[in-house]
Structures are given as C-alpha cells and as structure tokens.
C-alpha cells in the first residue's frame, strides 16, 4: 500500500486539554502529525491505504471521531506560482513563463487576484494542464480533484457517508482526463 500525505485543518477541541493527543491517538490517527495553529488543529497525515480517496476518507472519520470538526483538507486548490513550483518539482521561473504564454500555450488563467500581483491558480485546473505537457503524475491530477470537492462539499455539510460515495466515483470513473 502507498503512503498518502495531506493534511486536516479541524477545530472544537481544547488543545490544553489533558488528553487532547491521546483522543487523535485513540480515534485511529497514530500516523498525523498534530499541532495548533493560528487556532486550528493541523493534523499532517502519512497514511497507508490503496488509494488516495481511501486514506482521506479513513482520515476524516478518525479525526471525527476523536471529537473535532473538519474544516478543511490541505494542500489548498488555490495555488501560487511558487506552489506551483513546488507541486510541480519545477523551478518559479519555469512555471513564470508556463503561465505567461512564453514556453507553451493554453497555460490556465488565475482564478483569483487577477489584477494583482500575486494572482492564483486552481490546483485541479493546473495539474491537468501540467499532466498533458507531462510534468505530473495522473495520481497528481486526481488527488487535486479530490481535495478540491472534498474541500466543497464539507463547506456544504454533505454527510460523510455520501462524501465517501462522491470522491470514490473519482477513482472508479477515472475522474481526470490526462
């Protein structure tokens, strides 16, 4: 089985409480990371499970179920150009011409800060970009996928279980198209 890594921003736990870790701990979440951030509680996951969706899922009920709220899942879909880079394994420069036309065409627009200087990206929409020019894997095409629904529909409230059914149709339909 592969490791997955992504992380869970939750709250509604007292991070000064006695048994604050041992509740992840117990609840299955032996292989996060946890700390407290800008008031949140990150938990850094390096989990085992077939597939992406799989350990996410897997992730989300333990972390429920030690008593904490999901908020969210990073990494975020909005992406600079320096994440970019980063996700990409390709230097800023690099991604700086992509984006301006320069070395290829069809490069995707921001979708936020656009009159800025510091504009954003959409993860998915990039790395499906990215993976047509071959500069990602298709695993990189779909994990983006699925934490950018995943990330929508827990600001919709769907219930867990029918979060699982939609991000598990991703792998079975093959969900990105390289």
């Not at 085992?48 to 799989?54: E, L, M, T, Y």
């Amino acid at each position: 089985m592969k490791v997955h890594e992504f992380t869970i921003v939750a709250s509604g736990l007292d991070p000064n409480a006695d048994e604050f870790e041992d509740r992840f701990f117990e609840a299955g979440c032996g292989d996060a990371t946890i700390s407290f951030q800008k008031g949140a509680v990150v938990l850094d996951f390096a989990r085992r499970a077939p597939n992406f969706v799989k350990a996410l899922v897997s992730a989300l009920r333990d972390v429920e179920r030690a008593g904490a709220k999901v908020e969210r899942i990073e990494p975020d879909h909005l992406v600079s150009i320096s994440d970019i880079a980063r996700r990409s394994g390709l230097t800023r420069a690099a991604i700086s011409h992509y984006s301006k036309g320069m070395r290829a065409s069809a490069f995707p627009a921001p979708v936020a800060r656009v009159t800025s200087d510091s504009p954003l990206w959409d993860w998915y929409e990039v790395s499906r970009w990215m993976r047509r020019e071959r500069h990602v894997s298709a695993d990189a095409v779909l994990e983006a996928r699925v934490v950018k629904d995943a990330n929508l529909m827990l600001g919709q409230s769907v219930p867990r279980d029918r979060l699982a059914k939609r991000l598990e149709r991703h792998i079975a339909k093959n969900a990105v198209v390289a």
